[in-house]
């Protein structure tokens, strides 16, 4: 009783949240009444099935027991950012909650491995007898028991597995732990890279574990009968990243609706006239964007790019403008996509700790196309059309521009995919127990 008293209450707090932000956005928008009914209307009169499928008309999944560096692999291979996780006990299921676990996110990935480079540092840096004292044969246990459970024991657990992984790879002998411990723990990251996905219990930690540890996106599907209404709504107001469709008594998954994809496809939609008419509002008179200057997190370049990351993970956001100066002025875009260049390059990833956002963002700009392009800070002004921030967000393939003011561009907001999304939907009465309560339900409830 006590269990679905706490779920009730934890389910609606989140309801709350979205209420609340859904509520400054509608508040904040110009449309007139008739011309929102109408495009509720027409989203809600559209099928999901005719949203176009994902390229090549297959959906990514990826095995509940693959390993994080497979993981890593089928993402970067397949172009994607995330994929369904699908439990292999249960693959001949057609019941979506038996068969699918959640999303893994790329972002959770190497917030993980980064987790785990600095936990090893730590551990390291604590003293010099404990560190040389996990030897290799500790390590298979000290992985099990710290990767199988979560909160602080999981984190000293994985603390001292990740020494000893360091010890078993030959990392902290080299480096001399016993006389200078420091010294390992700054040197330690130069071969980390190599231990985390090629030594125990790294090479052995599955997704099904990054998922019980993050819990970064669940799945909360849609049928291929629902309406694009039902899938805007989820994108925006429930702040979902994507959005599976399934059919029922079909064990295979449709297609995977993200925001991206459906920006996308406002972005295709110029010359229709509700498109036109809206797109060509500055966006100021749609009330974006929808957050204060003082709501938006942002990062100093003079700050630890870790710091950065650490950040993003807290507030749950994606990415950061990089400012400076009492003014902000926006000087700067990290992206939770950005820690890749830590990982793809060990002379960077060597000095993360002590790496100011200003530094990274240096190097990864001169990194060369192999490592992949840097995305800068993607930049409007108040007087910009809401077409001309689509447009942005498209082209660039970008998830956030910023809205900068004054003479110096200083950070005056940010538009989301979300927010744009939010811009073209409002939701009708009673929509969400009619249409959506359960599966936000199943969302909180796992």
């Not at 930690?205 to 669940?218: D, H, N, W």
Request: charged share 20%; aromatic share 8%; net charge neutral.
């Amino acid at each position: 009783m006590a269990g679905s008293e706490s779920l009730d209450k934890e389910i609606s707090s989140a309801v709350s949240s979205c209420e609340a932000y859904f509520e400054k956005v509608q508040s904040r928008k110009n449309l007139p009444k008739s011309l929102q009914e109408t495009l509720n209307s027409a989203f809600a009169g559209i099928p999901v099935s005719s949203f176009p499928r994902v390229p090549g008309g297959r959906v990514i999944e990826i095995p509940a027991e693959t390993s994080v560096s497979e993981a890593v692999k089928i993402l970067s291979d397949s172009k994607i950012l995330s994929a369904p996780v699908i439990n292999k006990d249960h693959e001949s299921s057609l019941d979506w909650r038996e068969r699918y676990l959640g999303i893994i996110d790329y972002s959770a990935i190497i917030l993980w491995v980064l987790e785990s480079a600095q936990l090893a540092a730590i551990a390291l840096s604590a003293t010099s007898a404990a560190a040389a004292g996990v030897g290799a044969g500790a390590v298979g246990a000290l992985g099990v028991a710290a990767l199988g459970a979560t909160g602080p024991v999981a984190a000293a657990g994985l603390a001292a597995a990740a020494v000893g992984a360091a010890v078993a790879g030959g990392v902290a002998a080299d480096r001399g732990i016993g006389k200078d411990a420091q010294t390992a723990v700054d040197r330690l990251g130069k071969d980390f890279y190599q231990v985390i996905l090629r030594e125990e219990p790294f090479k052995s930690t599955t997704v099904r574990t990054i998922l019980k540890s993050f819990r970064y996106a669940p799945f909360v599907p849609v049928s291929t009968e629902s309406s694009m209404l039902s899938v805007l709504l989820l994108l925006s107001k429930y702040r979902l990243r994507n959005v599976p469709v399934i059919k029922p008594g079909e064990p295979d998954i449709k297609n995977y609706i993200t925001q991206s994809a459906v920006v996308y496809g406002l972005e295709d939609c110029k010359g229709r006239d509700w498109f036109d008419h809206i797109s060509a509002l500055p966006i100021s008179d749609l009330g974006l964007p929808f957050m204060s200057p003082n709501e938006v997190i942002s990062i100093d370049s003079k700050e630890h790019i870790l710091e950065a990351f650490k950040r993003m993970r807290d507030n749950n956001i994606g990415g950061l403008p990089v400012v400076e100066g009492t003014n902000k002025k926006i000087v700067g875009n990290i992206s939770m996509r950005d820690i890749r260049y830590l990982l793809l390059q060990p002379e960077v990833f060597s000095n993360f700790r002590k790496l100011t956002v200003k530094n990274f963002t240096t190097k990864i700009a001169t990194a060369g196309e192999e490592y992949g392009l840097a995305i800068p800070a993607i930049t409007c002004r108040l007087d910009s059309t809401l077409g001309s921030v689509i447009n942005s967000l498209a082209s660039r393939s970008v998830h956030r521009v910023y809205v900068g003011g004054g003479d110096e561009n200083e950070l005056y907001g940010v538009i989301t995919l979300r927010d744009v999304i939010s811009c073209f939907v409002s939701e009708p009465p009673n929509y969400f127990e009619n249409c959506l309560g359960f599966s936000v339900k199943e969302m909180l409830n796992r």
